[in-house]
């Protein structure tokens, strides 16, 4: 079935340096891709979204590019404030043979020190 | 801003009590979710609503799960009875149509049960 695969945490960085989160995928389609967020105490979030093939996304800062090629969705931020602190989830979706299913990553917890 | 409602925020039961979650979704959205996340882990669907009708409940353990949405607006999740393992966050999701790709997910802070 469908899955997907993210680096494993917590990755922990200090202000203003370059982020990495890796995210693979297996989808026997053509699934969107997404990235949500959760910040401490809050509810998840979409955070950006691609849905075909070499499509990018990106929102405040963070950006990821679909890659069908190495089944791939990884996302990168030059720049990381204390405020980015939060857990990231990659997951997918594939209504050509998941349905309407949304199917997420472990996530991976980010800590941005001052 | 519209949210999605839950409530309670917190949950504290024994073993083979009964409990049961609400979840208000923004209005208008016509698809609600209902997933558990257990710690570590990322969220996983338990039971998808088109208004009031159920579209995708196969992960629903049936023989203690139950959930519904008679209006079409608000949702009850139930477990009866609880189990050590249902010790989890459960969330509430509403998006406007059922296609994810296009139709964004909306969450609530959901509920945090621990079963004793």
């Known amino acids: 079935g469908d899955s997907v695969t993210q680096m494993e945490g917590p990755v922990t960085l200090s202000e203003e340096a370059f982020l990495t989160i890796n995210c693979t995928y297996t989808?026997?389609?053509?699934?969107?891709l997404f990235w949500y967020v959760q910040y401490p105490g809050e509810g998840l979030q979409l955070l950006l979204k691609a849905t075909k093939a070499d499509d990018k996304g990106s929102n405040k800062g963070f950006e990821a590019t679909y890659r069908k090629e190495t089944t791939s969705f990884h996302l990168e931020k030059g720049s990381v404030q204390v405020s980015d602190s939060a857990v990231y989830f990659c997951?997918?979706?594939?209504?050509?043979?998941?349905?309407?299913?949304?199917?997420f990553g472990a996530g991976t917890r980010l800590f941005v020190k001052a | 801003e519209a949210e999605v409602a839950q409530s309670p925020r917190y949950k504290i039961t024994e073993k083979s009590q009964a409990v049961a979650f609400w979840c208000d979704p923004i209005s208008g959205h016509a698809t609600l979710y209902w997933y558990r996340q257990i710690l570590g882990q990322g969220p996983e669907l338990l039971v998808q609503f088109q208004d009031e009708s159920v579209v995708d409940d196969s992960q629903l353990p049936k023989d203690r799960f139950s959930a519904e949405r008679l209006k079409g607006v608000d949702s009850t999740l139930k477990i009866q009875p609880a189990e050590l393992g249902d010790s989890a966050m459960y969330l509430c999701?509403?998006?406007?149509?059922?296609?994810?790709?296009?139709?964004?997910?909306?969450f609530g802070p959901g509920t945090r049960l621990t079963v004793l």
């Open positions: 999701a509403s998006s406007r149509g059922r296609s994810p790709g296009y139709n964004e997910q909306f």
């Open positions: 989808a026997t389609g053509y699934p969107s």
């Open positions: 997951a997918l979706s594939d209504e050509n043979t998941g349905g309407f299913k949304t199917i």
